[in-house]
């Protein structure tokens, strides 16, 4: 039987709270995002976005799997891009997809997190550096709503 990604998505969120509740001992009434917040675990999406990033970040300093580098393009090596902009901003381009299924893809979900962030962390070369900053910026945009 094969599940569809929304579905194990899903899974893998409902898991992620139980094992918050069972951490923490909360009663089922209680917030677990709270929870999820002290315990500085990031929600599945972003936990998503975090691996997409890394990998991106292997990718652009040359220390990922030649299969992943060869699926993505920098804007700065697309010759009609050169002269524009963007050529030197750390950018990937995503290809067009025809279908919502492509946008699942490598080639497509990698490049669209990598240039979702903010250009401090894309400049990061040090690979402990960018995860700190990369799980610090996806930490805040999605807890930001909460106060201490």
């Known amino acids: 039987m094969q599940y569809s990604p929304v579905f ?6 409902h898991y ?8 923490d001992s909360l009663p089922s009434s209680d917030l677990v995002s709270h929870a999820l ?11 998503i976005t975090y691996k997409l990033c890394l990998l991106m970040h292997l990718v652009h300093n040359d ?8 699926s993505v393009t920098a ?6 891009h050169t002269r524009l902009r963007s050529a030197s901003s750390l950018r990937y381009e995503q290809p067009r997809t025809r279908l919502k299924l ?3 893809c490598f080639a497509f979900a990698g490049p669209a997190a990598w240039n979702s962030l903010l250009s401090y962390i894309r400049e990061q070369s040090n690979t402990n550096t ?13 807890y930001s709503t909460f106060t201490a």
Request: hydrophobic residues 35%.
């Open 8 to 13: 194990l998505r899903l899974r893998l969120h």
């Open 16 to 23: 992620s709270l139980h094992r918050t509740r069972r951490q």
């Open 37 to 47: 917040r002290d315990l500085h675990w990031l929600p599945v999406q972003q936990r």
């Open 63 to 70: 220390r990922a799997p030649v299969y992943l580098a060869d």
């Open 75 to 80: 804007t700065a090596n697309i010759s009609r």
């Open 102 to 104: 492509g946008e699942r």
């Open 130 to 142: 960018f995860k700190r900053h990369l799980k610090t910026f996806l930490f805040e945009q999605c």
